[in-house]
Nanobody, 126 residues
């Protein structure tokens, strides 16, 4: 089993920065991709960013390119999402799923991912 725990979400003002964390534990494995998705009220899950465990590949949604940055610590146990210039449209629950299939790394489809955490709420006030 794999456990994923997201943290760092909070209420911030527009223009602020925030860093989210995703801690992975259990039988995480040796090869995969960790991603960030977000879901706003009444909307579908939206891909935000992803990083392969060897850190050679990163993926970003067009809506966050240049503002968000994804990284992975050395033991590959914690993934981070550094968010800057936050705006109201970034308000959502942010979750970090895993994908073990190299052929789908970077996929925007939530169904390609195997494990999900419960998420952390980010609220941006105008």
């Amino acid at each position: 089993q794999v456990q994923l725990v997201e943290s760092g979400g909070e209420l911030v003002q527009a223009g602020a920065s925030l860093r989210l964390s995703c801690a992975a534990s259990g039988r995480v494995g040796s090869d995969g991709l960790m991603a960030w998705f977000r879901q706003a009220p009444g909307k579908e899950h939206e891909f935000v960013a992803g990083i392969t465990w060897d850190r050679t590949n990163t993926f970003y949604a067009d809506s966050v390119k240049g503002r968000f940055s994804v990284s992975l610590d050395n033991p590959r146990t914690t993934m981070y999402l550094q968010m800057t210039s936050l705006n109201f449209e970034d308000t959502a629950v942010y979750s970090c799923p895993l994908d073990y299939n190299p052929s789908t790394w970077g996929s925007r489809s939530p169904s390609q991912y195997d494990y999900w955490g419960k998420g952390t709420q980010v609220t941006v006030s105008s």
